[in-house]
């Protein structure tokens, strides 16, 4: 990445995303071949009086463990994470990955067992952050892994990605500030609804959100960031959805992918391609086959699919579910060691009636929806 980039890109970080404070815990978790940008996090959180601690990880390190660790070693947790977990009270995770198909032959069975025994620390940092104990932020980052999953040149994705966080803008903060006053509208309209009714090609889908909180994602948690997501109540899904682009979860892609709901709890899942990945994910535990998340893409600087579900649940005029826990802000009780975004895109006929009446056309809220 550009170096005037870079820099912009660690000021937004440190100084808007996270706002770090005197005495902060810093946690900065990336790649080893990414550490321009770690040491650039790292001498803006300095500036801001924290304290950075960072965890690197070798290219191909979790990849050997998947494939060599014993049923033992798959369930131990290192010290370091229950620390990290606990004592944190910033954590900066670049999404940078050398190899996005590292885990792609990967036993699906082995994965999940890992999942399961990490499901306490990923219930705990979901807890820490809903509490505000934790401020997180998960950023995108072009790597020619990436550029090639998106089928961009890596100068092509760079562009993409400066473009989608503003990282040339004169200033930044200010615009990713108005953009949350857009996102606070959508969250507070959303935050009236009961009943939700999605409509699309293969997709007849109902849920209900009354009583749960919506939250507007503008840069704060995710980066680049552009929704309002919540959970919706656990035992009110119920229908069918299929979704437009490839769920993509731990360098696996599942294409084609249709979920059936009753009560709930997915009765059915098929898919074209990955199928039996996707059964064994959303059969590791009981809160996988629940809805842990709901929620609308609304950054209309993205608009193609990108194979990087940071971007891709971001896009204007598509909606994701995730499958397994809930994020604890949004008043969502699903538990699971699972969370797997899945897109479906609107912009090509799609409705969304909110209590009975057609609010959402096309990819867009209708005029007047949103005050």
């Given at each position: 990445m550009r170096s005037d980039r870079l820099e912009a890109l660690a000021r937004i970080l440190v100084r808007y995303s996270t706002a770090v404070r005197p005495g902060d815990v810093c946690v900065i978790d990336a790649p080893a071949y990414c550490?321009?940008?770690?040491?650039?996090?790292?001498?803006?959180?300095l500036r801001a009086g924290g304290h950075p601690v960072t965890r690197i990880e070798l290219d191909g390190a979790v990849e050997l463990f998947a494939r060599e660790a014993s049923e033992?070693?798959?369930d131990w947790i290192d010290p370091g994470s229950e620390v990290v977990t606990e004592q944190s009270d910033v954590r900066i995770v670049l999404d940078a990955e050398?190899?996005?198909?590292?885990?792609?032959t990967a036993d699906p069975a082995r994965l999940a067992r890992r999942s399961r025994a990490r499901s306490h620390l990923t219930k705990r940092f979901l807890e820490r952050g809903a509490s505000g104990d934790l401020r997180w932020v998960?950023?995108?980052y072009p790597t020619l892994s990436a550029a090639q999953d998106a089928g961009l040149s890596l100068h092509d994705y760079e562009e993409l990605l400066a473009a989608t966080c503003l990282l040339d803008d004169p200033d930044p903060v200010a615009r990713w500030e108005a953009f949350a006053v857009e996102l606070q509208h959508a969250a507070t309209y959303?935050?009236?609804v009961d009943e939700l009714h999605f409509l699309a090609e293969g997709t007849d889908l109902r849920l209900r959100v009354g009583g749960r909180s919506w939250v507007p994602c503008s840069g704060r948690e995710n980066f680049p960031?552009?929704?309002v997501f919540t959970g919706p109540v656990e035992s009110s899904v119920e229908g069918t959805i299929a979704f437009s682009f490839p769920a993509v979860y731990r360098a696996r892609e599942v294409t084609g992918a249709r979920l059936r709901f009753?009560?709930?709890e997915v009765v059915e899942a098929t898919a074209t391609s990955g199928q039996e990945f996707l059964r064994a994910m959303i059969a590791q535990d009981e809160g996988a086959r629940r809805v842990g998340e709901i929620a609308f893409g609304l950054n209309e600087s993205l608009t193609e699919f990108s194979r990087s579900t940071l971007l891709d649940e971001k896009i204007g005029g598509t909606m994701h579910l995730a499958l397994g826990a809930s994020y604890p802000e949004t008043g969502g009780l699903n538990e699971s060691a699972l969370h797997w975004d899945m897109v479906c895109d609107l912009r090509c006929g799609g409705?969304?009636?909110a209590d009975g009446r057609v609010v959402y056309r096309d990819g867009r809220f209708l005029p007047g929806v949103l005050k």
């Open positions: 550490s321009e940008f770690v040491l650039a996090v790292s001498r803006e959180i033992e070693t798959l050398w190899n996005s198909r590292a885990l792609a998960v950023v995108g959303l935050d009236t960031d552009g929704e009753v009560g709930g409705e969304v009636w």
